[in-house]
């Protein structure tokens, strides 16, 4: 009884678990703007891929844009749909994992004419850091106004133009903070660098007395270490002492036996074949190993991304 009892009770929580690993039924991909609601017009899709083409360029970031009913969420979460939308498709893949996509879901109008639904702005992990969950609600709570009156090409516009401005001000931030490193780094630099000027200085201005005055000390101890052991000084004396050579001396020089002609010329042989056989082949370069690994390298970062990398972060609005 006991066990039929806890069973029942963890029932709710096993299918809450399975709803949230289903799949949902994910729609071929048409571009960057995917209109499965069929809310905008040709020109109105035209005008909204350039944008999003221009956003490519500028930033080097995938902004994909898509719309749908609320009957395809099927009473589900929009933010389940939209992480697995964008990593099925894997957007941002062919930019280095730099992907956002902006999710539309619309519901029917009421009488009045104004619409509901929800906006989901989903930001790649490699994003997070440049556009916070905080930055993203912003972004899509100024589209509220235009997605409830229907003007649903407007909003997207708006919505583009948010994230635009929101990247432009990350990227002008870290401009910024890079020149004022640098500036610091100079300023910093210009001073160490007097420091170190007046340290050699003042280091020569100490220290050539005292060398002076060691090498005068030292001088006159020499001088006296000469007195006491009463060295006399040595004088050259030019033209005496030189010795006489006699005639058969002279003779006999002439006549002294050549230096063996054969022993040195086999020696300069043997000199000459050390230099040749010191040469090298530039062809040993051509088989070096590192280009091989340079390209394996290459080859594995392209492949690390091939693949999306959405992990939940960005925001969502209901309206």
């Known amino acids: 009884m006991k066990l039929k009892k806890a069973m029942m009770s963890a029932a709710p929580l096993l299918l809450m678990v399975l709803t949230s690993q ?21 020109e109105e899709k035209k005008s909204v891929d350039s944008r999003l083409r221009d956003f490519a360029i500028r930033h080097q970031t995938e902004l994909a844009v898509v719309t749908i009913s609320t009957e395809s969420l099927k009473g589900r979460p929009v933010e389940e749909y939209s992480r697995q939308l964008a990593n099925r498709w894997g957007i941002g893949a062919g930019v280095g994992k730099f992907g956002l996509l902006l999710l539309v879901a619309i519901g ?19 994003l997070e850091a440049d556009i916070t969950n905080d930055a993203a609600g912003e972004i899509i709570r100024q589209m509220r106004t235009d997605l ?7 909003a997207l516009q708006r919505g583009i133009d948010g994230t635009d401005r929101a990247l432009a001000k990350k990227l002008d931030q870290s401009a910024h903070s890079v020149d004022s ?64 050579v006699s005639k ?9 036996p050549a230096a063996d002609h054969n022993s040195y010329q086999s020696e300069s042989t043997s000199y000459t074949s050390y230099d040749t056989s010191s040469s090298y082949s530039a062809s040993d370069w051509s088989s070096s190993s590192d280009s091989s690994s340079y390209s394996s390298d290459s080859s594995s970062s392209s492949d690390s991304s091939s693949s999306s990398d959405f992990g939940g972060g960005g925001a969502s609005d209901s309206w």
Do not use: C
């Not at 409830?148 to 407007?154: E, K, L, P, T």
């Open 22 to 42: 289903a799949q949902f039924n994910i729609p071929a991909r048409q571009g960057l703007v995917n209109d499965f609601a069929a809310k905008l017009t040709a």
């Open 108 to 126: 029917k109008p009421d009488a009045q004419g104004v619409y509901s639904g929800s906006t989901r702005l989903e930001v790649s992990r490699r």
């Open 148 to 154: 409830r009156a229907g003007r649903f090409a407007d």
């Open 181 to 244: 490193s640098r500036y610091q780094d100079s300023e910093e630099d210009w001073v160490s660098s007097i420091f170190s000027s007046f340290w050699v200085i003042g280091i020569l201005v100490i220290a050539t007395p005292v060398l002076l005055m060691i090498l005068f000390i030292a001088r006159i101890k020499s001088a006296n270490r000469q007195k006491a052991l009463n060295i006399p000084r040595v004088t050259k004396q030019k033209g005496r002492n030189k010795p006489k």
């Open 248 to 256: 058969s001396k002279r003779g006999r020089a002439s006549h002294a």
